[in-house]
T-cell receptor
Framework: DGGITQSPKYLFRKEGQNVTLSCEQNLNHDAMYWYRQDPGQGLRLIYYSQIVNDFQKGDIAEGYSVSREKKESFPLTVTSAQKNPTAFYLC??????????????FGEGSRLTVL | SQQGEEDPQALSIQEGENATMNCSYKTSINNLQWYRQNSGRGLVHLILIRSNEREKHSGRLRVTLDTSKKSSSLLITASRAADTASYFCATDGPGGYNKLIFGAGTRLAVHP
């Protein structure tokens, strides 16, 4: 079945460590996104990519990095520079172009906890 | 800053009752979307309404949009326990569709 797969679902990190969250999609979508969700708050955009080898900062990019070497993959690295990384991270995609209705397709999320 | 803000923050009703959630936003939009999130899961798209539309239906869902008041409402009719979830509105705002802005959501609890 087509969809977005995020891994791992749960991740624990010690302070000072970098961690990478995986996001893979087989929907053939051009655009991919990373959002952060904190309790009682809406989603906030970290980074997005409209095409391979290109990505743009969102509203809260500091302390995060991404790459887009393949259309199917958009990994997010949470670096030690991110001061408050404990959160629920959501990856999403949409097709762009004429087939784009603006709807985002989401993965199931990755919950990162800093110990 | 958040573009969309939902009201109420939490809503508790009995099965069979209707649930109404409201969303307000600040800047002009091209469209407004509603998403659902079950606890600990990803978001699922429910419905999209364009700025030139006033009302849209999908099954038990009815969405209205009032661009003059910069507000939208989501009505779920004849609610079921399975409707228990958080509901978020999202607007495209000044950044376009690549920068959807989500509200903080309404937590809906439907009791059997």
């Amino acid at each position: 079945d087509g969809g977005i797969t995020q891994s791992p679902k749960y991740l624990f990190r010690k302070e000072g460590q970098n961690v990478t969250l995986s996001c893979e999609q087989n929907l053939n979508h051009d655009a991919m996104y990373w959002y952060r969700q904190d309790p009682g708050q809406g989603l906030r955009l970290i980074y997005y990519s409209q095409i391979v080898n290109d990505f743009q900062k969102g509203d809260i990019a500091e302390g995060y990095s991404v790459s887009r070497e393949k259309k199917e993959s958009f990994p997010l690295t949470v670096t030690s520079a991110q001061k408050n990384p404990t959160a629920f991270y959501l990856c999403a995609s949409n097709p762009r172009g004429q087939s784009n209705t603006g709807e985002l397709f989401f993965g199931e999320g990755s919950r990162l906890t800093v110990l | 800053s958040q573009q969309g803000e939902e009201d109420p923050q939490a809503l508790s009703i009995q099965e069979g009752e209707n649930a109404t959630m409201n969303c307000s936003y600040k800047t002009s939009i091209n469209n407004l979307q509603w998403y659902r999130q079950n606890s600990g899961r990803g978001l699922v798209h429910l419905i999209l309404i364009r700025s030139n539309e006033r009302e849209k239906h999908s099954g038990r869902l009815r969405v209205t949009l009032d661009t003059s008041k910069k507000s939208s409402s989501l009505l779920i009719t004849a609610s079921r326990a399975a409707d228990t979830a958080s509901y978020f509105c999202a607007t495209d705002g000044p950044g376009g569709y690549n920068k959807l802005i989500f509200g903080a959501g309404t937590r809906l609890a439907v009791h059997p």
